[in-house]
Every structure is written in structure tokens, then in C-alpha cells.
T-cell receptor, first 113, second 115 residues
């Protein structure tokens, strides 16, 4: 009964390739997020969706394209992968509103060679 | 600009001793503050939050945090540390982005509890 799940857990690919990461939550939350955690463990929001609508885009390169087919799913597609894209990507979900905590998935470790 | 600072990269404490992990914040308006813990190769887990009310907030695994408005701090505490508390701890503050809520995280503090 995993709350927020991500696939794959590990992703190793070469520069220039295109890859996708999938996220699903079974908590009934309306809002989902993508975060990037770099090698120094710094965590930064990339995107947020509320009820399938993009509400936050934190000046992420347009090689990154999120898609939310329904409010339980938020996928991240990355085109033309670069070395600097290597990181751990976390999906999270919450109810909308400032007082609600976010629930995080286990992360996807992306390594670009 | 809204921000969070965790001044210590690492905190070392002996098992059984009290621990404190520091966090200070800068926000406009009322602060909504959160603590999360990350164990190795895992996602972040929510520990506790301050929204309003009592300045001492209790959370999971025996952790608590003290909100201090005058010092703009929200330090995480535990009376008696366990080796299993060793992990990376993140403080976060709610910020607005285009009218929508997001979390800004501190850089994280690694807690090492020694037997």
C-alpha cells in the first residue's frame, strides 16, 4: 500500500537520450510535485500540478516536460539528457493549501554518462 | 525573499543525549514551517509542522520543534537521541510562487548519533 511510488528507481543513460520517470500516488491528493536533489543533497522544486493543471514551473529548462494524465499520476519526460541532469528526482503529493505536508516518493536516481 | 537556513552541515551527538538541529527562516507574513527526515537512499519523511498555536510542536519518533518568532527560528529537538535517528534532516518553509504554495528547503543537516 505504497503512498507515493516512482519508477524506475535507477536510471542510467547516455547524454543526448530521452527518458521518462513515472509517479503515482494513492493518497487522493490533488497536488503533485517534482523535485530535484543534487549531489550535495540540495532539494529544489521543479514543477507542481494541481488537479492535472500546471501551477508551478520553477524556470526549469524546457527539455523537462511534466505530464499529468490524471490527478493520481505525474510523469516527467526529459529530452536530450545532459551530464548536469544527473541527480535524484523525487515526486511528492499533498492536499492543496499552505498547511498540508507533502508525501515523498522513494526517488529515482538518474545517472547520465 | 523567503528562505531557510540550516547553519550546521553536521551535528554529532552521543546516544542518550539531547539533540538540537537548528533552523532559521525568513518569510513575509505568517510562517508555515516543516521538518522532514531523509534516511539513506530513501525519500523524505514528514516529521512535524508549525502552522499556528503552541510554539512547541510535537511530531513523529519523539521529535519536537520550538517555534520562536522573535528569533525567526524553528529548531528541531529530541530529549534522548537514538543511533537510529542518524539521518539527514531538512527544515522547510512555505513560500508563494505565482499565488501557489511551494516549499523552500534548507540545505539539510546530517545528524550522526554515536553509540
Amino acid at each position: 500500500d505504497t503512498a507515493v511510488s516512482q519508477t524506475p528507481k535507477y536510471l542510467v543513460t547516455q547524454m543526448g537520450n530521452d527518458k521518462s520517470i513515472k509517479c503515482e500516488q494513492n493518497l487522493g491528493h490533488d497536488t503533485m510535485y517534482w523535485y530535484k536533489q543534487d549531489s550535495k543533497k540540495f532539494l529544489k522544486i521543479m514543477f507542481s500540478y494541481n488537479n492535472k493543471e500546471l501551477i508551478i514551473n520553477e524556470t526549469v529548462p524546457n527539455r523537462f516536460s511534466p505530464k499529468s494524465p490524471d490527478k493520481a499520476h505525474l510523469n516527467l519526460h526529459i529530452n536530450s539528457l545532459e551530464l548536469g541532469d544527473s541527480a535524484v528526482y523525487f515526486c511528492a503529493s499533498s492536499q492543496p493549501g499552505p498547511s498540508y505536508e507533502q508525501y515523498f516518493g522513494p526517488g529515482t536516481r538518474l545517472t547520465v554518462t | 525573499a523567503q528562505s531557510v537556513a540550516q547553519p550546521e552541515d553536521q551535528v554529532n551527538v552521543a546516544e542518550g543525549n539531547p539533540l538540537t538541529v537548528k533552523c532559521t527562516y525568513s518569510v513575509s507574513g505568517n510562517p508555515y514551517l516543516f521538518w522532514y527526515v531523509q534516511y539513506p537512499n530513501r525519500g523524505l519523511q514528514f516529521l512535524l509542522k508549525y502552522i499556528t498555536g503552541d510554539n512547541l510542536v510535537k511530531g513523529s519518533y519523539g521529535f519536537e520543534a520550538e517555534f520562536n518568532k522573535s528569533q525567526t527560528s524553528f529548531h528541531l529537538k529530541k530529549p534522548s537521541a537514538l543511533v537510529s535517528d542518524s539521518a539527514l534532516y531538512f527544515c522547510a518553509v512555505r513560500a508563494l510562487s505565482g499565488g501557489y504554495n511551494k516549499l523552500i528547503f534548507g540545505a539539510g543537516t546530517r545528524l550522526a548519533v554515536h553509540p
